[in-house]
């Protein structure tokens, strides 16, 4: 029988580039990709030295090949913002350089620098390093800026109050072009009425119809010109829509995933999700007729101005419409708003409902609870159908309210108008033009009142956008990784408490203890006794409240975060397996391991076998159906496997015997010998097997260490408190 291949990879360049930065073999790189060749030596001529780790996590993940966007992108993540030049290399100043130069025609060129009179590049496309005193050549240059200090890994600096409006400013320009191009349509929009005036009051009336042709010919010109720039606008709409979702998304998504753990366990996934969907509000708002009707609103007052000059008097009816709006509106949409608020909440509550089964399933068939647990389903549908009909008679009659009252004005400006008209104060051309006019006026406030509630739904997502940017980010840009990469796997624990909010009781109240490089110690202790809170502080989940934590001498307080985390090997008590291969799962922890490293771990893991007899090795896709019939054994030792990747020399474990079988647990307890002596081990458990393991072991009772000593006297002493 053939053995499979561990690793079989499809040909895209961010997977060969990530395996010559982990094998330092980057010399022989080269791809045909002219930017995906360009990368290595722009970040060299940029003086970037950072980790290879982090241009690895960089990479795009599912891009065959590096484009510009890529590239750029690959850039901006690790410090470095890029704007583009139209300019040619002669003309290029010499403080500009280095530059990504894309001519013309297509050529991509690395511009290194003057020197001495000659321009030095790189050619992609030739993979060659040249001179020449003269390069001559048209096109764009992509000019790069260091964006911080520490290489894009400093968000920890608290922004405005206003991000949102800080973000804005980014589309100044594109804003003020929407709105030139907004007044032009409006003043064609303009146009229009005035010409069917002179058509009636001139054409018509002076019998002059050598005049018509010219006066078709210039409308047929401005409603063209109209279409036209509807077009431009709805264009540029969609981009500036487009480019704020990207940006807004990927901010939010990026704050949401580096705050501290303790700011987003409390909530629910259901809630979570929820934050993230109302968010997308603000792009519904861009890309709907909602930013269109804002664009139009300023000009509404242009429109009663030439009303007025026109009608006198009449111009007070659209004016009386309008104050009319805004009373209507200030008394109706706050019930319209209470009742969204209900719809809303009856939604989110069904949704929790739904994936609280879709999770727990084959628990509630096990327990027998389908009929609670459908009558609990039935009553959220029933409130959430009653929210929505009453909501959507709500609208209704807003809707009809306000057809009614724009109906009223016309009829109204109709009436008087024509008794303007039989008095001689206004020509019947000018009555048409008004009453085209008056629409003009009425069709965007009305839909302006209709969109309110989407107006306020977008306000209060980009307050809560504002909010969420306020958090302050646990990520800091220091070059703590350099020197935890040199630990030697000392902890002291030192009089540490803490509790998830005012109103709970402390979860730790003054424990203390060390560990020693190399040495195994086992914590033990009643549910909720505080054992696995203790071990995810060691792991710089959460920051102690009072006392400190240390390793080798150094408190994690002052430390990056995110350097501390990879400094540690940490399985948790719940196995997660994400969406992609085994390979890139177990990477998830060190980026830099090779096709070796990873093989090696699944070997000192024990897992090495079940992995190659599967039907694609270490490539085998892992999904929810997928983990869903995979033993549990083997998505712990999966778990395990992912800790061994790293170099770290702390390895903390929180309850792993959970869900092993018997067979699995003796590997477990093997792998333990093995690995005692070699690593500082930390280990939450309740099975006295593994205690015995332990140099030493300690008992936590209600958040405080209450014995620390040999594991057969702690486990004697939680027997006799269990008895």
Known sequence: MTTPPVFERPPIVSERLAEALRTDNTDEFHDTSPY?????????????????????????????????????????????????????????????????????????????????GLIYYYDAQTNQY????????????????????????????VPGDDWFGNLLQRFQKMIIHLLGMTFVINLVALLVPIFIMVI??????????????????????????????????????????????YLIGNETFKRMLYLPPLYTERSTVAAQLSRLKQFDSVRDFFTGPSAAVALELPFVAMFLIVIGILGGPLALIPLGMVMAFIILGLIWIPVINTRILRAGKARTDKQRIIMQTVAGRKEIKAIGGETVWWERFRENSGEAVLANYQTFLSNNLMNNLAQGLMTFSGVAVLA??????????????????????????????????????KFQQ???????????MRL?????????????????????????????????DPALLGASFEVKAGEMIAITGNTGSGKSTLIKMIAGMYAPQAGSISMDNMDLRQLNAMDLRRAVAYVP??????????????????????????????????????????????????????IDHMPPGFLRSLSMCRAFVSPAKILLLDEPGASLDLESDNRFIEQLKRLKGNRSIV???????????????????????????????VIALTLEKSA
């Open 200 to 245: 009636y009051d001139k054409v018509i009336g002076a019998k002059s119809a050598e005049t018509l042709p010219f006066l078709i010919s210039g409308v047929t010109i401005l409603l063209i010109t109209d279409l036209g720039l509807r077009f431009l606008r709805a264009k540029l709409l969609g981009i500036t829509a487009g480019r704020l979702d």
């Open 416 to 453: 008087i108008g024509t008794m303007q008209v039989i008095n001689g104060e206004i020509t019947i051309g000018a009555l048409i033009a008004i009453m085209a006019l008056v629409w003009r006026v009425l069709s965007p406030l009305q839909s302006a009142f209709l969109s309110f509630s």
């Open 36 to 116: 995906a060749a360009c990368l290595l030596p722009l970040l060299r001529e940029l003086g970037w030295n950072n980790y290879a780790r982090d241009l690895i996590e960089a990479l795009p993940h599912f891009s065959e090949q590096i484009d510009l966007i890529d590239l750029r992108n690959i850039l901006v993540t690790l410090g470095y913002d890029s704007s583009p030049l139209k300019t040619d290399i002669h003309s290029l100043q010499d403080e500009l350089y280095p530059a990504l130069f894309i001519s013309n025609g297509g050529k991509v060129l690395l511009l290194q620098g003057k020197r001495d």
């Open 683 to 713: 280990m939450v458990s309740h099975r006295p097997s593994h205690i015995r393991l332990a140099d030493k072991a300690v008992l936590m009772e209600q958040g405080t260490v209450i014995h620390i000593g040999p594991p057969q006297e």
């Open 573 to 626: 008590q719940q196995t997660h397996m994400f969406h992609g291969s085994i390979a890139q799962n177990i990477r998830l922890n060190n980026s830099l391991a090779t096709d070796e490293d990873i093989r090696a771990a699944a070997m000192e893991a024990g897992v090495l076998e079940e992995i190659l007899a599967l039907p694609h090795g270490f490539e085998t896709r892992l999904g929810d159906t997928v």
């Open 458 to 468: 977008a306000l209060k997502a980009i307050k809560q956008i504002n909010q969420l």
């Open 472 to 504: 302050r980010n646990e990520r800091k840009g220091g070059k703590s990784g350099l020197v935890l990469s040199k630990l030697k796997g000392n902890i002291r624990i030192d009089r540490v408490s803490f509790r998830y909010g005012p109103d709970r």
């Open 130 to 157: 040249e001179s020449t005193p003269k390069l001559r050549l048209k096109g764009t240059a992509y000019l790069f800026t260091d964006s911080n200090a520490s290489y894009g890994n400093n968000p920890t600096d």
